[in-house]
């Protein structure tokens, strides 16, 4: 969350350099929420002041025996009342004002490219050629279920659309998927991994930048006030919520295999067929804590840790720098990870590494001690390591062979027990 004061002293500079992401802010009220609240609280310590002062006369007067304050004590009584009203009044304008302060986004990097959308994203690289299918491919819709290895209809017929029932080798394509992404960090990469709660307060949810903007897009438990995570990156960094760190223990990096849920409330009529865009869907998360000053190594080391996971699968994709426009509210630099889906023809987001630079850290209250005995606020990052979903699609499309068999590369075999090709039964 934003500090006032800096928005009271730079607020120009920060509508100026959040450009159209900071459009729905209304930044007048911002600092009309802010004049009051403060006028209240000078006002109630105005008060208070004098309230002590006549305490302190109503003492005196009692020390030299002269005990008929009525008048003094009057004032204090009134004085009490209106300290009490006027405080009343700070709580709902302290309340409205840091509701606007965290809906305000994060502020770009000055390397991200400016934009609105999607067409100013910067492509960086590519890695790998697309397959050459001399056939005529499935969509991995039809492709699964003609292994039955996914089925949709019952899962629609249980639970609604945007689900899906993975069925043997597909189920442990998911399985082998998640092991081996896990090893490969653990043992690889230096990620410690975690097993987090899959469901969280609003405390964490507010956090990492979720609550209270995009409520509509969670799954909510009301009577728990319960939220179930929408990745693992808001329960892995909220292990550290409100707690100082030691410098010479950073960088922290920590990894988790999760199920996510999303109501994708705002994907309305996009992808409801299939595994691209599921209310449920297993994800591996990457998640850094650093020094501010090597944050952005920090995100050049985390995203060569995903494209390896790609490079391993043998899956060809591009590595993207997204603009302004089209970055998430917490970001302050990402890269999107998009991996070639043979059958639609174009690139899609697999991964997303971000660096969120101190803005999840002030929310959550995460700081570290330098060796100076000074505090500060970490750098967090976050990226997929991948979304498991999405791998399973790609692979199907893109290692699919004529007769309707499905290779299995390499690196999963092992996780597959052997198992080196998914094929009809």
Same mark, same amino acid.
């Given at each position: ?8 002293? /730079? ?10 992401? &900071?459009?729905?802010? @209304? ?11 403060? !006028? ?15 305490? /302190? ?10 005990? @008929? ?44 490219? /400016?934009?609105? !959308? ?23 819709? #039809?492709?699964? #279920? /003609?292994?039955?290895?996914? @089925? ?10 945007? $689900? ?8 442990? +394509? ?7 992404? +896990? !090893? ?5 990469? &230096? ?15 507010? &956090? ?13 438990? #009301? ?50 067929? &299939? ?5 449920? $869907?297993?994800?591996?998360? +990457? ?25 391993? +699968? ?11 426009? @089209? ?31 101190? $803005? ?6 995460? %700081? $570290? ?40 590369? %390499? ?12 094929? %009809?039964?």
């Amino acid at each position: 969350m934003f500090d006032i004061r800096v928005i009271r002293e /730079s607020g120009d500079e920060i509508q100026s350099r959040l450009g159209d992401r &900071g459009k729905e802010i @209304d930044w007048k009220l911002l600092l009309q929420l802010d004049t009051e609240r403060r !006028d209240f609280v000078t006002r109630v310590e105005k008060k208070r002041h004098r309230r002590k002062i006549v305490l /302190s006369e109503i003492g005196k007067l009692k020390h030299q025996g002269k005990p @008929d304050n009525t008048e003094l004590l009057q004032e204090v009584e009134k004085l009490a009342n209106e300290i009490k009203a006027d405080e009343a009044l700070i709580k709902p304008t302290e309340d409205r004002l840091n509701d606007l302060l965290l809906r305000i986004p994060n502020i770009p990097h000055t390397t991200v490219p /400016s934009g609105k !959308d999607e067409s100013y994203n910067e492509e960086c690289r590519r890695w790998g050629t697309p397959p050459h299918l001399a056939f005529s491919p499935l969509p991995h819709v #039809e492709l699964g #279920e /003609s292994l039955d290895i996914l @089925d949709f209809k019952r899962a629609a017929r249980m639970s609604g659309s945007r $689900f899906t029932i993975y069925k043997g080798a597909g189920a442990r +394509l998911e399985r082998a998927l998640i092991n081996y992404m +896990l !090893d490969l960090h653990t043992q690889n990469h &230096g990620y410690l991994e975690i097993i987090p709660p899959y469901l969280v307060n609003r405390a964490g949810m507010t &956090g990492t930048g979720q609550l209270p903007k995009f409520e509509s897009d969670l799954f909510y438990i #009301e009577r728990d006030d319960f939220f179930l995570i929408p990745t693992a990156e808001v329960s892995v960094t909220n292990i550290h919520r409100e707690e100082i760190l030691d410098s010479s223990d950073l960088p922290l990096r920590y990894v988790a295999g999760t199920p996510c849920f999303r109501r994708e409330a705002g994907s309305y009529g996009k992808d409801t067929r &299939g595994l691209i865009r599921q209310h449920q $869907f297993n994800k591996v998360e +990457l998640v850094s804590f650093t020094n501010p000053e090597k944050s952005y190594d920090e995100l050049d080391r985390l995203l060569v840790n995903v494209e390896t996971v790609l490079q391993h +699968l043998g899956l060809h994709y591009r590595v993207v720098t997204l603009c302004s426009g @089209d970055m998430g509210f917490s970001a302050a630099k990402t890269y999107d990870v998009e991996v070639w889906m043979p059958v639609q023809g174009v690139f899609r987001e697999i991964s997303s590494c971000s660096n969120f630079e101190t $803005f999840q850290a002030r929310r959550a209250q995460i %700081k $570290f001690r330098g060796s100076d005995g000074k505090t500060d606020f970490v750098h967090t990052l976050n990226g997929s390591g991948v979304a498991i979903g999405r791998t399973v699609v790609a692979i199907l499309e893109t290692f699919q062979q004529e007769d309707g068999s499905v290779l299995i590369p %390499k690196a999963l075999q092992p996780y597959m027990g052997g198992m080196d090709k998914i094929e %009809k039964r």
